[in-house]
């Protein structure tokens, strides 16, 4: 065979016999290319490279949205910390169907809450509370108005509110009343709702 290939002429041992994978015409070796075939694999069987996903919140997420939101995340940090810390499930049609009507629900809720806060506020904002004391010289009094008796006044008014102390303020500087007039007090009828009340103490 060898003595065959030195009888045949260079340029048809070049051309007729195949190169073996990776090795060159004179031994040299080749660089090794995919071929186009293994390089369209991964798209031929539907495997694509997905940066963002997208989620439905099952809470609110600072800087992410509130929830029950749809929101597109980097599927790492969905797959690493959203999901399993269970703050978060892929918006698939059922997942976007459930929470849209418990949106729908929690909105109702939240403007029925709303306008029930402001009703609350308009009522108490309305009521004004009258305290008579004695006067060294009808201007300031032998004693004060303190929290406790703000307390006591408005839960004997119309409203009958419940209060503690800490659910008043007494001026810019939290003191007692000590002079006759009108004065104004906050008092927090609901959890972060306060209100402007009018107070009248008036002379013995």
Not at 159 to 185: F, K, N
Request: proline letters at 4%; one cysteine or more.
């Amino acid at each position: 065979m060898a003595a065959l290939l030195r009888a045949m002429p260079r340029n048809v041992v070049a051309t007729q016999i195949p190169a073996a994978r990776g090795i060159g015409a004179g031994g040299a070796r080749l660089p090794w290319r995919p071929s186009t075939a293994a390089a369209t694999l991964p798209i031929a069987m539907g495997i694509r490279a997905k940066h963002t996903v997208s989620l439905v919140l099952l809470e609110q997420v600072d800087e992410l949205g509130y929830k029950g939101e749809v929101v597109e995340v980097k599927a790492g940090y969905a797959r690493n910390y959203l999901i399993p810390s269970r703050q978060a499930v892929y918006a698939t049609d059922e997942h976007r169907a459930k929470f849209a009507v418990r949106l729908r629900d929690a909105d109702a809720q939240r403007a029925a809450e709303l306008r029930a806060r402001s009703a609350l506020k308009r009522a108490v904002e309305s009521m004004e509370l009258f305290f008579t004391r004695a006067t060294t010289d009808g201007s300031k009094l032998y004693g004060s108005v303190t929290a406790e008796d703000i307390c006591e006044a408005a839960a004997e008014s119309r409203l009958a509110l419940s209060l503690r102390r800490r659910d008043v303020r007494l001026g810019e500087d939290g003191a007692p009343i000590r002079t006759v007039g009108e004065h104004t007090v906050q008092v927090r009828p609901a959890a972060g709702l306060w209100c402007d009340v009018r107070v009248t103490v008036i002379s013995e």
